[in-house]
C-alpha cells in the first residue's frame, strides 16, 4: 500500500463547545463533506468544508461544533472546528491557492454571481473551511464525526423546504491506526442543462492507497447532537417516475442515472430544470476491511432547456487500444519499464465551441516524482474537437493503481454567463514484474511451496526434472514434491502484454540413503516375518532406522526388525544416514488374514437333527471339518470342505454332546487356524402315565409314569401342579385335596424342546359324610352328650376314652375332667374314611374363700372380704349386711350370724361357703407394758368395743402425776412440762364405763423405755 501525505494546508486547533445563539431557520447550507488527515500520535486534523449558498441567510458562521460518537465506549463529545485563516486549493488544480471562501461557481470570469451581486440570476456558492484537531485515545471499530446545520437552501426540486444539513464521517481506528480518510478532488457544484446527457465526477482519492467504492445515498437531516443516532434520511418530493431514490433517480432524470462503483463517475440526463440536492457515499477498504466512510452533500444546478444555447460537450469514453497494455472493462493495464500510451477525445456539435482540457498529472501524490516522467499532450485546444495523448514509461517500483483526473471546459461564456465542463477519472493500474520464489533445496518426497506475484492467472509446467510434480498447475501458491532437482516456469497470462510476464525457480533434490523397497506381504495372524530394507551401507556412515507404529514389532530400532502381526497393518521405516540430511522412506503393507468365526455358538438338538453352520472368514484358507466323538465321523457333514455347512449328527445312543472342528490353513504359514462347536444330541422321550382311577378326598396317589429312552438331562412338568408335592419329578406324589375329576398331565422335555406327553384322569370322591354336635363348655363335674349323624355310614366308632359312657354309641355321654377332644372314626360305602372330633371345654373351677367365724365387740362391723375368681356374688341372709350382691358387703348383725354367700364366674360356675359373726356383749380395755417415745407415738388405753372414757392418769417413780385425760383417743406423749421423761418404770390408772353402764378399773405399771 502506498502512503502518501494529504495535500491539505494548515489549520489551528481549537477545543471546546460553541454556543450560538438562537435564530431563526437559515437558508444558506449548500452542502458539506467531513474528511481528516493522521497529524502523529493519536492526534488527527479534521476539515469540515462548508458549500454556502450565497443567497441564502445568515452570513458565515466564524466556528461550527462537530459531534464525536464512541460506538464501543457509548461515549460522546462535541468539538469546535473554526474557520480557516489559510489559502484552500483553487478550483483549477493548475491554478495557485485561493483565500478560503472564494466561490466555486462555474460562471464566467466577467460574469457576476449572487456571491457577487444579490441582484444576480447566477447562482453563487463559496467554499468554506473549519479545521480542528482531536486526539483520538480510545481505539474503535466505529468512530462517527457529524456536522448539522439547520439551514439548507430552499427550492430544490427533489426534497422539502426547511431541513437540516447533516454529513458525518466514519472511522476503524483499531484496525487502521493513523490512517487519514479519502477526499474529493473536483469541487462542487456543477451546471447542466435540462434534457441533455451530462457526467460528473467528484474524484474521490485516498492518499494512503486504499480502495475506494462508490455509491449514492438519500441526504440526511439529524440534529446537531445526534451522532450516536441512527442516520435519518429525507422524505424526498414525491410525484416523480421512478420515485426518488439513491439507485437510479437521486434527482428528477427519468430513472437515468448511475454511478460506477469503482470510479465514481455520474451518468445521468436532467429531466426537470431547478436545484437539486444529491449525497455520494465513499467507502475505504483496506484488504477487504472497511476501515471509514466520507459522504459529500451537494447541489446539481440544473438550467432550463430554453436557457441552454449551446450543446453540452461530451469526452469520449470509448477510449481507443492502448499502446504497452490493455483497456480492461473500466481501467487502462500497463507494466513496468514499458511505455503506455492511449488517446482520448471531446467533441462540440457547436460551433462556437472553445473546448480545453485540464488533468492533474502534474498534481502532487498523483503519479511519482509529481508526474515528471508523465506525459499528457493535447491537440485542438479552444476548437469544438479536442485530442488528448497520455504517454507514461512507469519504473520498477511504479507498480499499482493511479486515477488521471481529465477536466473538459467549454471556455465560452454561454447564457447566462456560465461555464459548462465535465470531469472524468481515467483509472490506470501498472502490473509488477512477474517473479516465482524462491529457489529451494528439499529431500526427495518432501513438499515446497512455489508462489507468484506481479500477475494473475498463473499458470506452472515444469523445465526440467520431475513431470507431473507441481500441485495445482494454476493459480499464486503451488506445491512441488520432485523426486530430482527440478526447474519450474511461471507464467502471468493476465499480463501477456509485459516484457516481463514470466520467470523461473528451480527445487533441488538433495541426496538420500539407498535402500531396496520392501514387497508387501500376506500372512496368517500370530505369524513372525522380519522386515528389512537392505540398507546399501556406506562404510564410515551411521544409518539409522526408525520403525512406526510400534505395534505387533519387535523393537522400533533397527536394520530389521521382527513383526508379529495381529491384523492388517502398514508399518513405515525412516531411513537417516550421517552423511545427508535427508531420509529416506519406505512402507510394507502386512495383510494378515482375517482368520474366521463360527457365528453359530454351541447348541442342542433332537436327535435327527440338522445344524446349519453360519460363519465368516477369509476366503484365501483352505477349510476342513472334522470330528472325533461322533460315530458318523466326516459323513455328518454335507461338505466337510465349505465354510458354512450343514452338521447332521449321528442318531445312535447314547445321546451326548460331540464336538465338530473347523480348521483353516493357509500356504506359508506355519501352523492352521482351529475353532469347534459342541452339538448336544439329545432323544425324544415317550411318556406313559397311570390309567385313570379313583381316589377318596384327603388321600394320595404315588405316580408311576414309565419314560423312555433312558436319558439323565430329561425335564419333568405336571401340570395342574398345585396338588402335587413335587411337580418336577416324574414320581409326583397327588394328594385329593378337590372333589370331583382331576386331568393330570405330564410333560417331558429337554433343553433342546425335544418332548412327550400324557394324562391321566383322577376321580376324588367326598369324604365327609360323619356330622357331630357343636363343640361346648361346661363346668368341672357337670355331664354332656355328643351326638353323630352319618351319609352312606358302613361303620362307626368313638376313640377310646375313660370318661364317654359307650364308644360305639352315636349319642354317648361324656364327663371329662378336663378340656378333650372326643373322636369319631367312620368309613362310609366307598370305602372312603372321614374323621370328625368334637372339643369338650372344662371351664375353670369356681373358688371362694372366708374365714369360718369373727368376733364383733359392741358399735363394731366387719367388711366382708371373699378370695376367689368369681365374679357375680349372692349373700344370704341378707340382713345386717350392706348390700346382698356384691363381693364385699359390711356386716352389722346385732346377734350371731351364719352369712353363705354363692359365688358365679364369668363361665357360669358357682360354688358356696359361708361365714359365722359371733356378737360379744361387752368391751374389752387393756394397756401394753412399754413405751417408747419417739415424737410420733403416743400412749394411751386400746379397746374393742365402744368404751367412754372417765380418767387416764400416768405417775413416776415418786408419785408425781405426769399425764392425765378423759379422751379416750388422746395419748401420753412421754413428756412433762414438754420435757421428756426419763427411762424407768411409771404407773397409770384407767377409769371407764361401757355401753351398758359396767364400771371398769384397771391400774398397773409401764416401762419407759429409750
Known amino acids: 500500500m502506498r502512503k502518501l501525505p494529504l495535500f491539505l494546508v494548515t489549520c489551528l486547533a481549537m477545543l471546546g463547545f460553541v454556543i450560538k445563539p438562537d435564530?431563526?431557520?437559515?437558508?444558506?447550507?449548500?452542502?458539506?463533506?467531513?474528511?481528516?488527515?493522521?497529524?502523529?500520535?493519536?492526534?488527527?486534523r479534521f476539515i469540515l468544508k462548508f458549500y454556502r449558498d450565497c443567497d441564502g441567510t445568515p452570513p458565515i458562521a466564524p466556528s461550527y461544533n462537530l459531534c464525536f460518537y464512541n460506538h464501543c465506549t457509548a461515549s460522546k463529545f462535541n468539538v469546535q472546528a473554526d474557520l480557516y485563516t489559510g489559502l484552500i486549493p483553487n478550483t483549477n488544480p493548475a491554478l495557485p491557492p485561493v483565500p478560503n471562501g472564494t466561490p466555486v461557481s462555474a460562471g464566467c470570469s466577467d460574469a457576476l454571481t449572487k456571491c457577487d451581486d444579490p441582484n444576480s440570476i447566477i447562482k453563487g456558492y463559496q467554499e468554506w473551511w473549519y479545521v480542528c484537531s482531536q486526539d483520538l485515545d480510545d481505539t474503535c471499530d466505529s468512530w462517527r464525526i457529524s456536522f448539522s446545520e439547520n439551514a439548507r437552501n430552499t427550492g430544490q426540486t427533489n426534497i422539502p423546504d426547511g431541513l437540516n444539513l447533516y454529513v458525518e464521517t466514519t472511522y476503524d481506528n483499531d484496525y487502521a491506526p493513523f490512517n487519514s480518510s479519502p477526499y474529493f478532488a473536483v469541487k462542487p457544484i456543477p451546471f447542466c442543462c435540462e434534457n441533455k446527457p451530462f457526467q460528473y465526477n467528484n474524484a474521490a482519492s485516498d492518499p494512503d492507497g486504499d480502495s475506494l467504492s462508490h455509491q449514492m445515498m438519500l441526504p440526511l437531516i439529524n440534529g446537531p447532537d445526534e451522532c450516536d443516532q441512527p442516520q435519518v434520511a429525507v422524505t424526498p418530493t414525491g410525484g416523480f417516475t421512478p420515485t426518488i431514490n439513491p439507485v437510479n433517480n437521486p434527482l428528477p432524470t427519468g430513472g437515468t442515472f448511475s454511478i460506477s462503483a469503482t470510479t465514481g463517475q455520474m451518468a445521468f440526463t436532467p429531466n426537470m430544470a431547478g436545484t437539486a440536492t444529491i449525497t455520494e457515499l465513499v467507502k475505504e477498504w483496506r484488504n477487504g476491511h472497511l476501515i471509514g466512510t466520507i459522504m459529500r452533500d451537494m447541489q446539481v444546478q440544473v438550467i432550463p432547456a430554453g436557457d441552454c444555447s449551446s450543446v453540452p460537450v461530451v469526452l469520449n469514453t470509448n477510449f481507443g487500444t492502448p499502446t504497452g497494455g490493455k483497456y480492461v472493462t473500466d481501467h487502462y493495464e500497463g507494466c513496468v519499464e514499458q511505455n503506455l500510451s492511449f488517446t482520448f477525445n471531446a467533441t462540440s456539435t457547436a460551433p462556437d465551441a472553445r473546448l480545453i482540457f485540464v488533468d492533474n498529472h502534474t498534481a502532487p501524490r498523483v503519479f511519482p516524482s509529481g508526474g515528471a516522467d508523465v506525459s499528457v499532450t493535447y491537440t485542438g485546444q479552444r476548437t469544438p474537437n479536442v485530442t488528448g495523448t497520455f504517454s507514461w514509461t512507469p519504473g520498477p517500483t511504479d507498480y499499482g493503481w493511479y486515477d488521471l483526473l481529465i477536466g473538459l471546459i467549454d471556455s465560452t461564456c454561454r447564457p447566462p454567463g456560465l461555464l459548462y465542463n465535465n470531469y472524468q477519472i481515467v483509472r490506470i493500474f501498472i502490473w509488477p514484474p512477474t517473479e516465482a520464489f524462491k529457489d529451494t533445496a528439499i529431500c526427495p518426497g518432501d513438499m515446497a511451496s512455489l508462489a507468484a506475484q506481479g500477475g494473475s492467472d498463473f499458470t506452472w509446467s515444469v523445465l526440467s526434472g520431475s513431470a507431473g510434480s507441481v500441485n495445482p498447475t494454476t493459480g499464486a501458491n503451488v506445491s512441488a514434491t520432485p523426486a530430482v532437482t527440478t526447474k519450474y516456469r511461471v507464467v502471468s497470462n493476465a499480463t501477456l502484454f509485459c516484457p516481463r510476464h514470466d520467470d523461473t525457480v528451480t527445487v533441488t533434490a538433495l541426496p538420500v540413503p539407498q535402500f531396496i523397497p520392501m514387497v508387501d506381504k500376506t500372512t496368517c495372524p500370530g505369524t513372525s516375518l522380519i522386515?528389512?530394507?537392505?540398507?546399501?551401507?556406506?562404510?564410515?556412515?551411521?544409518?539409522?532406522?526408525?520403525?512406526?507404529?510400534?505395534?505387533?514389532?519387535?523393537?522400533?530400532t533397527g536394520m530389521t526388525v521382527v513383526a508379529t502381526p495381529g491384523d492388517d497393518i502398514t508399518y513405515t521405516v525412516v531411513i537417516t544416514a550421517s552423511n545427508s540430511i535427508c531420509r529416506g522412506y519406505d512402507t510394507v503393507a502386512l495383510d494378515v488374514l482375517d482368520g474366521f468365526t463360527i457365528l453359530t455358538g454351541d447348541t442342542a438338538i433332537c436327535v435327527g437333527g440338522k445344524v446349519p453352520i453360519r460363519a465368516t472368514g477369509d476366503v484365501r484358507y483352505d477349510y476342513q471339518w472334522s470330528t472325533l466323538d461322533d460315530p458318523g465321523a466326516n459323513g455328518v457333514f454335507d461338505d466337510a470342505t465349505k465354510l458354512t455347512t450343514v452338521i447332521t449328527p449321528s442318531a445312535t445312543p447314547p445321546y451326548t454332546k460331540h464336538t465338530y472342528t473347523l480348521t483353516a490353513s493357509y500356504a506359508g504359514c506355519p501352523k492352521d487356524s482351529v475353532s469347534d462347536i459342541t452339538i448336544d444330541v439329545q432323544p425324544i422321550p415317550d411318556v406313559t402315565v397311570d390309567e385313570d382311577t379313583r381316589i377318596c378326598y384327603g388321600d394320595t396317589m404315588l405316580m408311576h409314569p414309565i419314560i423312555t429312552p433312558p436319558y439323565t438331562g430329561y425335564i419333568y412338568k405336571w401340570t395342574p401342579g398345585l396338588a402335587m408335592d413335587n411337580p418336577n419329578i416324574p414320581g409326583a406324589i397327588f394328594s385329593a385335596l378337590n372333589v370331583g375329576e382331576t386331568e393330570l398331565t405330564l410333560t417331558v422335555s429337554t433343553t433342546a424342546g425335544c418332548k412327550d406327553e400324557d394324562k391321566v384322569k383322577l376321580t376324588v370322591l367326598p369324604a365327609d359324610f360323619i356330622f357331630v354336635s357343636n363343640d361346648t363348655a361346661i363346668c368341672p363335674g357337670d355331664t354332656t352328650q355328643l351326638n353323630m349323624t352319618g351319609v352312606g355310614l358302613q361303620s362307626f366308632s368313638w376313640a377310646a376314652s375313660g370318661d364317654i359312657n359307650d364308644v360305639h354309641s352315636a349319642n354317648p355321654y361324656v364327663y371329662p375332667l378336663t378340656?378333650?377332644?372326643y373322636v369319631i372314626y367312620g368309613r362310609d360305602t366307598n370305602t372312603c374314611y372321614d374323621t370328625q372330633m368334637v372339643h369338650i371345654v372344662v371351664r375353670p373351677a369356681p373358688v371362694v374363700s372366708l374365714p369360718d367365724s369373727i368376733v364383733l365387740f359392741p358399735g363394731q362391723s366387719y367388711p366382708m372380704n371373699p378370695v376367689g375368681n368369681a365374679m357375680y356374688y349372692s349373700w344370704f341372709p341378707p340382713v345386717g349386711l350392706s348390700a346382698a350382691n356384691i363381693a364385699n358387703p359390711v356386716a352389722s348383725p346385732l346377734v350371731n350370724t351364719r352369712y353363705i354367700v354363692t359365688a358365679t364366674t364369668e363361665a357360669n360356675c358357682s360354688v358356696i361357703d359361708s361365714i359365722d359373726i359371733i356378737i360379744s356383749p361387752e368391751s374389752l380395755i387393756d394397756m401394753p407394758n412399754a413405751f417408747a417415745p419417739n415424737g410420733r407415738n403416743l400412749l394411751k388405753p386400746s379397746h374393742l368395743?365402744?368404751?367412754?372414757?372417765?380418767?387416764?392418769?400416768?405417775?413416776?417413780?415418786?408419785?408425781?402425776?405426769?399425764?392425765?385425760?378423759?379422751?379416750?383417743?388422746?395419748?401420753?406423749d412421754g413428756k412433762y412440762n414438754n420435757e421428756p421423761q426419763p427411762m424407768g418404770v411409771y404407773i397409770y390408772t384407767i377409769d371407764a364405763v361401757t355401753p351398758t353402764g359396767k364400771r371398769f378399773n384397771k391400774q398397773g405399771n409401764i416401762t419407759v423405755i429409750r
Do not use: C, M
Open 23 to 44: 435564530k431563526a431557520r437559515a437558508s444558506h447550507a449548500a452542502g458539506a463533506e467531513i474528511v481528516y488527515e493522521y497529524v502523529s500520535g493519536n492526534t488527527y
Open 531 to 556: 522386515l528389512d530394507p537392505q540398507v546399501t551401507q556406506t562404510p564410515g556412515v551411521t544409518y539409522t532406522l526408525n520403525w512406526s507404529p510400534a505395534t505387533y514389532l519387535s523393537a522400533i
Open 819 to 821: 378340656t378333650t377332644d
Open 945 to 972: 368395743g365402744a368404751v367412754q372414757l372417765v380418767n387416764f392418769t400416768i405417775f413416776n417413780r415418786w408419785g408425781a402425776k405426769v399425764y392425765e385425760s378423759s379422751d379416750i383417743n388422746d395419748g401420753w
